[in-house]
């Protein structure tokens, strides 16, 4: 808990978004908060090991969710915020199937990082693995979600509003999730591979969290680096030659089982 008597020193939006829906509601949300000093923190690709200190800010921390948990990548990420106490919106986003721990993990690393909860959210972002051949929740977040987004921002100003008003502390927040967290396992390596219709323009390069994505030797193919790919497929929604892709046999069971469209989870 913390007093909730110092104003806020604006609004920042912290995030890991390999293929941006993250950062679609993180933005959103912020839009709903109407500060008019908002600050990114885009750890998407950012390998500093330098410390990020919050001052006072109404913060927002979106990742996605990995098999039920924050990715690993992310939570290495996020180890340089200092909350100094501040107020944090916290996000996650799954493509449809389950959020599982992941919402209860944020949380927690959030507080070990000296964050105060103040709201949680679940929303829904367009699976990794959705194809055109085998859509998983495809565009999402969409319009519904992203008003929802800022309505969620709105509330949750409000929500610190009121306490800030009342000089009461934030309470305990409880979200959904258990601890121990679900066990992650990575599965076997994989990766996306590049078709005939690659002409080695290196976008995919560009976006890759992990560096998995490489020339090869004379410059003329792209290679990648199975052990090092994280299979957030960043580089195949990218791609505009459409000449990377994914064949993952989960991808017609998600498909199949996980069609139903799901909505925003919200924890105040």
């Known amino acids: 808990m913390t007093s909730t008597t110092t104003p806020l020193n604006g609004n920042r939006l912290i995030f890991f978004s390999p293929t941006h829906t993250s950062a679609q509601i993180a933005r959103a949300i912020g839009e709903g908060i109407g500060m008019e000093r908002r600050i990114e923190t885009d750890l998407t690709l950012d390998e500093s090991s330098s410390p990020i200190e919050m001052q006072g800010e109404l913060c927002v921390i979106a990742t996605p969710?990995?098999?039920?948990?924050?990715?690993?990548?992310?939570?290495?990420?996020?180890?340089?915020?200092?909350?100094?106490?501040a107020p944090v919106i916290l996000v996650v986003v799954y493509g449809n199937r389950d959020y599982e721990d992941a919402l209860r993990e944020l949380r927690d690393?959030?507080?070990?990082?000296?964050?105060?909860?103040?709201?949680?959210?679940?929303?829904?972002?367009?699976?990794?693995?959705?194809?055109?051949?085998?859509?998983?929740?495809?565009?999402?977040?969409?319009?519904d979600d992203l008003q929802q987004s800022r309505g969620f921002g709105k509330d949750s100003l409000e929500k610190w509003n009121q306490?800030?008003?009342?000089?009461?502390?934030?309470?305990?927040?409880?979200?959904?999730?258990?601890?121990?967290?679900?066990?992650?396992?990575?599965?076997?390596?994989?990766?996306?591979?590049?078709?005939?219709?690659?002409?080695?323009?290196?976008?995919?390069?560009?976006?890759?969290?992990?560096?998995?994505?490489?020339?090869?030797?004379?410059?003329?193919?792209?290679?990648?680096?199975?052990?090092?790919c994280i299979?957030?497929?960043?580089?195949?929604?990218?791609?505009?030659?459409?000449?990377?892709?994914?064949?993952?046999?989960?991808?017609?069971?998600?498909?199949?089982?996980?069609?139903?469209?799901?909505q925003p989870e919200l924890f105040f």
């Open 109 to 143: 690393t959030a507080i070990s990082l000296g964050f105060v909860p103040l709201t949680a959210g679940a929303f829904i972002g367009e699976h990794s693995y959705s194809t055109p051949e085998l859509p998983i929740a495809a565009g999402r977040p969409d319009t």
């Open 231 to 262: 299979k957030c497929c960043a580089c195949v929604k990218v791609c505009p030659n459409k000449a990377r892709e994914f064949k993952s046999p989960f991808a017609a069971i998600l498909h199949e089982k996980c069609s139903a469209r799901r």
């Open 163 to 228: 306490l800030h008003t009342a000089g009461t502390p934030i309470p305990e927040l409880t979200v959904k999730g258990n601890f121990p967290y679900k066990l992650w396992t990575p599965g076997a390596p994989a990766c996306p591979t590049c078709t005939e219709n690659c002409f080695a323009c290196g976008e995919c390069i560009e976006v890759c969290p992990t560096h998995a994505i490489h020339f090869n030797a004379d410059q003329t193919a792209i290679e990648t680096d199975i052990q090092q």
């Open 65 to 85: 969710v990995y098999g039920g948990r924050v990715p690993t990548l992310a939570l290495q990420r996020l180890q340089r915020l200092k909350g100094n106490g």
